[in-house]
């Protein structure tokens, strides 16, 4: 059985830093590409941040230089450290591993809520 869970969301002020963590089981993690999504009210899923099975990254632009996705393969465990935190980052983030088609898994989300 496959699980993702993601932790360490909550309520942060503007300016301030929350590290989500996402601890993936049933699966062979170090060949799956992680990935960091969220997704606000009204407005669709999108791509945060993409960590390769050989450590390259990718970033939206709206969160470049603010957020690191890293991952420790001993740990099945992939990271994203978000600082610089502004209000329009509020959003439910979730863990997405992927291998290929059929081997796609999400996680259950952590609510991230920016506000002074």
């Known amino acids: 059985q496959v699980q993702l869970v993601e932790s360490g969301g909550g309520l942060v002020q503007p300016g301030g830093s929350l590290r989500l963590s996402c601890a993936a089981s049933g699966i062979t993690f170090s060949i799956y590409a992680m990935g960091w999504y969220r997704q606000a009210p009204g407005k669709q899923r999108e791509l945060v941040a993409g960590?390769?099975?050989?450590?390259?990254?990718n970033y939206a632009d709206s969160v470049k230089g603010r957020f690191t996705i890293s991952r420790d393969n001993a740990k099945n465990t992939v990271y994203l450290q978000m600082n610089s935190l502004k209000p329009d980052d509020t959003a439910v983030y979730y863990c997405?591993?992927?291998?290929?088609?059929?081997?796609?898994?999400w996680g259950q989300g952590t609510q991230v809520t920016v506000s002074s």
């Open positions: 960590i390769s099975r050989g450590g390259g990254t």
């Open positions: 997405n591993a992927y291998y290929r088609e059929n081997f796609d898994f």
